[in-house]
């Protein structure tokens, strides 16, 4: 009897130590289940493959794009329509408007490029007669060059054509990652015919740069488009 005893209590002592690691992952008897919205399986309360329920995003097939939607910004060219509008009113209703309306925004964007060259003048001393907008490397006076600021704020899609901000022939096409559009805009807003009317030289104030580049990007990699980080040091 004693043997026999002896053998249950291991066996029973032996199955706990078997199964000690099955049981559930807290101490209260509740199954933890961790969730991921890119593992590629439909778990938790998902209601798709990695989407829906409390944690992910909706499922497509779940979005409803019925109703009328609003235009709420246009960025063809960043910076245009926040440097030109010259007022937050002007400014949001040129997000909302349509292209055959945009004409009526070209005197406000003229009147704000000549108010720039003004502003620099007073902060030079100067006759703000001298330093009005001159006809930039484009070829275009300022209310040309307003109206295509006002009107076209757009980027064209050209499969078999050159797409480019502008690479001292071709303009406006469209943008390479590589265009510095920030560079390009402020030379045919202060660069005059050649492009270095204000570019920092003969004592004038830099205006067409703003002296960022592209930095460490390397844009024949994948986006994000940055090398391979250097390995910490040890």
Request: glycine fraction near 10%; hydrophobic fraction near 30%.
């Amino acid at each position: 009897m004693t043997t026999y005893k002896l053998r249950i209590l291991c066996i029973a002592i032996c199955t706990s130590l078997l199964f000690v690691q099955c049981v559930d992952d807290d101490d209260n008897g509740n199954v933890i289940e961790q969730i991921s919205c890119d593992d590629g399986i439909q778990n938790g309360d998902e209601d798709g493959v990695d989407c829906g329920g409390t944690a992910c995003d909706p499922c497509l097939s779940d979005i409803d794009f019925s109703g009328t939607y609003v235009q709420e910004d246009i960025m063809g060219r960043p910076g245009i329509n926040t440097v030109f509008s010259g007022s937050d009113d002007v400014k949001n209703n040129f997000n909302t408007s349509i292209v055959s309306d945009r004409a009526s925004f070209q005197a406000t964007f003229e009147t704000t490029l000549e108010t720039y060259h003004d502003v620099y003048a007073e902060a030079l001393g100067v006759d703000p007669a001298t330093l009005d907008y001159e006809t930039n490397i484009l070829g275009l006076d300022a209310p040309t060059f307003t109206t295509v600021l006002a009107q076209f704020d757009a980027l064209q899609v050209a499969p078999d054509g050159t797409t480019t901000y502008y690479d001292g022939t071709n303009v406006l096409t469209g943008r390479n990652l590589a265009d510095d559009v920030i560079d390009i805009s402020l030379t045919l807003m202060f660069g005059g015919t050649t492009g270095t009317r204000f570019d920092g030289n003969n004592g004038t104030p830099q205006l067409t740069s703003d002296g960022v580049d592209s930095g460490d990007r390397d844009f024949t990699l994948p986006f994000p488009y940055l090398e391979t980080p250097n390995p910490p040091i040890q």
